[in-house]
């Protein structure tokens, strides 16, 4: 029996999970043409805001779109560009505990940093989920990901 009224939510719910657990999302090389886009990661400040919905839906327009096509789409999620906003965020809180930046080391610091990254670090990807974004989460990258980070250190 169909219901009266459509619960988008468990329908999204069902397929989504189905995807996941079938692994439709992920890429990997073949003889195919490659196409790829990379999140312009958003920072690990708590929640995607409007502009981050409509940035990551066009993207996943383009990434099914290309992957219809026959290309070898690989949609790679990412998160905190540059740790400026993050930073800021870990400041605010250390001031709210009385604490201030400049008297902390830099481990001190990054100490505090991690914590907020662990606390907040997923629910933007958590909330690109719920949106239905198609991203390879095997290919999920951090900023702060010791590979990453040697990239940017290494001379």
Known sequence: MIPAQFNAK?????WYAYWMKNDYF??????????TIVIPP??????????????NTIQDVLIRRARL?????????GTDHASIATEAKVVAKLKEEGINKNDLTREEFLKHAW???????????????QLGCSCDWNRTKFTMDDD???SVIHS
């Open 42 to 55: 958003p920072n690990v400040t708590g929640v995607l805001h409007m502009g981050h919905m409509l940035n």
């Open 115 to 129: 914590e907020w990254t662990d606390k907040y670090g997923g629910t933007i990807l958590e909330q690109l989920k």
């Open 10 to 14: 468990e329908v999204e719910q069902k």
């Open 26 to 35: 992920s890429s990997k090389p073949d003889h195919r043409t490659p196409y």
């Open 69 to 77: 096509k026959g290309f070898n789409a690989c949609w790679v999620p």
């Open 148 to 150: 990453m980070s040697a």
